[in-house]
């Protein structure tokens, strides 16, 4: 049997600079603070927190080959979130060239109002043939639309060779521990791994096979933490981690979450971590009130991690 390739994986943003250039500088210097954790498995690059929808595919590329220099030996992966499949599959093979480990495949917005599995399976197979690199599913939230697949759809996604893993997104234990038996069933070696940063507790418990969560962009000591408490029973200390995380996402992930990028990056910039909080148009600069609600539900966190 191929070996499972799951793992912590740290959902990272990408850092611009006022005239929405990338900086380079304070991108190299997050995915640093965020690798110094030594319980990441590895990064997800231009995912959602990473705003790839407003990246160009050179610039998805350029976020790679900065990521590939400073994670060293420690795996990358590549989102891509193109409506286009062709177009979806020349983003992946750039960012492959750029250092990519694997490539996890963002079902394109346009889906949220409905797509037919043909057109579901047709995109990730695509993918997978068009660039030969192992492919990771993305299960959407039950609360975002039809971006979740239904059990069928995923049972004919598993039958892609190359799939290595599911980004599980559904913030329902129902939909997850369905998606988790539906991959025990059929293909024990896909790695499931959480990815509802306040629901990581209970699929931890259930079972899960890592995260991908952008939580670990701003504190992935904590989630480390929760993994390794949940692994050894210690359950108290578990359920204190869970609760600042808990309190901490509904922040940042509130509504609207489009904002959830802007709000990570106005964290890490109050923190001396990014030198801007700056996103790309539309996205609005945060006002002082957020801002303070923000770090108000980040202290209990960063007293915890010490």
């Not at 129902?174 to 070696?189: F, G, M, V």
């Not at 996103?279 to 007293?303: F, I, K, Y």
Request: charged share 20%; proline share 5%; aromatic share 4%.
């Amino acid at each position: 049997m191929r070996a499972k390739r799951g793992g912590l994986y740290a959902a990272t943003i990408t850092p611009m600079t006022e005239s929405g250039a990338l900086d380079h500088a304070s991108l190299e210097r997050h995915l640093a603070l965020v690798l110094a954790d030594p319980g990441q498995a590895g990064l997800l690059l231009n995912g959602h927190a990473g705003e790839g929808i407003h990246l160009s595919r050179t610039e998805q590329a350029e976020v790679v080959r900065v990521a590939r220099g400073v994670a060293g030996q420690r795996r990358i992966l590549a989102a891509v979130s193109a409506e286009n499949t062709a177009f979806a599959v020349a983003d992946a093979q750039a960012a492959l060239q750029a250092g990519a480990d694997a490539i996890m495949v963002f079902a394109p917005f346009s889906w949220a109002l409905g797509a037919d599995p043909r057109a579901i399976l047709a995109h990730h197979r695509g993918i997978a043939e068009g660039t030969g690199a192992p492919v990771y599913l993305f299960q959407g939230s039950v609360g975002a639309g039809r971006t979740a697949y239904a059990p069928d759809t995923l049972r004919r996604l598993l039958e892609i060779d190359s799939v290595a893993g599911i980004k599980e997104g559904s913030w329902e234990v129902k939909s997850y521990e369905t998606t988790r038996r539906i991959a025990r069933e059929l293909r024990p070696d896909v790695a499931v791994m959480a990815s509802g940063d306040e629901h990581l507790f209970p699929c931890f418990l259930i079972g899960s096979d890592g995260s991908a969560v952008s939580l670990s962009a701003l504190v992935p000591e904590l989630i480390s933490a929760l993994d390794a408490h949940v692994t050894a029973g210690r359950i108290p200390e578990a359920l204190e981690v869970h609760t600042a995380l808990f309190d901490l996402a509904r922040v940042v992930y509130g509504a609207p979450g489009h904002l959830a990028a802007a709000r990570l990056k106005a964290c890490l910039a109050e923190l001396g971590r990014i030198d801007s909080p700056a996103c790309r148009a539309p996205t609005p600069r945060l006002h002082s009130d957020e801002l303070d609600g923000l770090m108000a539900a980040l202290r209990p966190c960063l007293d915890l991690i010490g």
